[in-house]
């Protein structure tokens, strides 16, 4: 085995929101151990999940992580016979050392074929319950997941080859269950509510009684969602804390300096956003996630705003483990920019099921809605919060324009047979022009 590789450690949360870091710009949460990471190493501010052909957002999102392929094809990869390598095959063909532990909604062959050693776990999707009963106790699935972890690393002394660590952890997802110290952390009094927070969604977006739209009452109070937002604080910060504890027996191990570290989550969140308690949307709480890469060749504290997608991180992986990437990956490497070089998409695609449709840029994103019908149109530059509808005003007509065209060109590189609808629909009025003023300001931004 070719020497030099180094360690690689994924941790992976589950309804992680891209704004619930505190170094990210998030005062009110604690994470003084994420926040390590983003100290030691790059964060990628616009990291996206490219979407979900199913309610359950996060079994999509494993799929492209472990495939590296793009929404449609990683659906494909699903149901096929020959799916193609895994993240955790390739690195084992490298010489990797491959372990995971924690939640594991994928196919269960793929477990089989992506690790050789597999620790703790559970199938199936969501918890009922955060606690399991053990002869010691009950312990809290972020402990539970980090022990197993742990006690890999111990395992694993002396061995000569690298290793793949994958922690997929529960949290934050609901049961938003969280030891009692950290929820007397969060005062609900104290929780600050969303700019965007609305009593109900203004529209039908698709799902609007999906299992998790239920989690709260309608019409959203500010009292409900202040305490949905103080259990969700919570339960992130006890997650940090068993980080933490990884990441201290690295650095007692003189691991550190020789392992990639990567945290990420599967998909964001809202609570209360838009009136929305779900991820089943295309705004930026539920498609936005985390994404920080620390470890050796990494430069410290660099931020990367470029538009990114989440599962560009198997051929990351690759890139520094010195691996070539298979032909099956579809997502590019995101290691140009520890170098300083751009690695952002001109614009984001998104899926979800066969209900919405994304396009973003850096400064535009558009939303297409079938079962309303309707577009929504933000300027997410100067309206981050996304609470400007601009979609149906008419100093907007070129930029919808030029934006549906690029939505439909970006449905036909991903291989979206389910959006067909897109074809014919001309949502608010809009035609779905593919004509492009050649000195229109959207394009020329699209386009540098």
Known sequence: MPTGRPNIVLIFMDDMTHWAIGALGNSQVLTPNLDRLVERGCAFSHAVNQGSWSPAVCMPARAMLLTGRSLFHARAAVDAEDCPMLLGEVLAAAGYRTFFTGKWHSPDDWLRRGYQVVGPHATGGMLTSHWFSTAGGAVHSSERWVDAALDFLAGHDGRPEPFFLHLAMHAPHDPRQAPERWLRRYPADDVRLPPNLLPAHPFDQGDRLVRDELLAGFPRTPAEVREHRRQYYAIVSHADEQIGRLLDDLDRRGLAGDTVVVFSGDHGLALGEHGLMGKQSMYDHSVRVPLLVAGPGIPQGLCVDDLVYQAS???????????????????????????????????????????????RTRQWALAAYRPARRLQLFDVRHDPWQTRDLAADPAHTTVRTLLLALLRQLQDEHGDQDGHWTRHWTGTGCPMSPQRPEADPVLQELDR
């Open 313 to 359: 991180i198997f051929p990351t992986l690759c890139h520094l483990a010195g691996i070539s990437v298979p032909d099956s990956v579809d997502f590019q490497s995101l290691a140009p920019a520890f170098q300083g070089r751009p690695v952002g998409q001109r614009a984001i695609f998104g899926a979800y099921r066969d209900l919405q449709r994304l396009v």
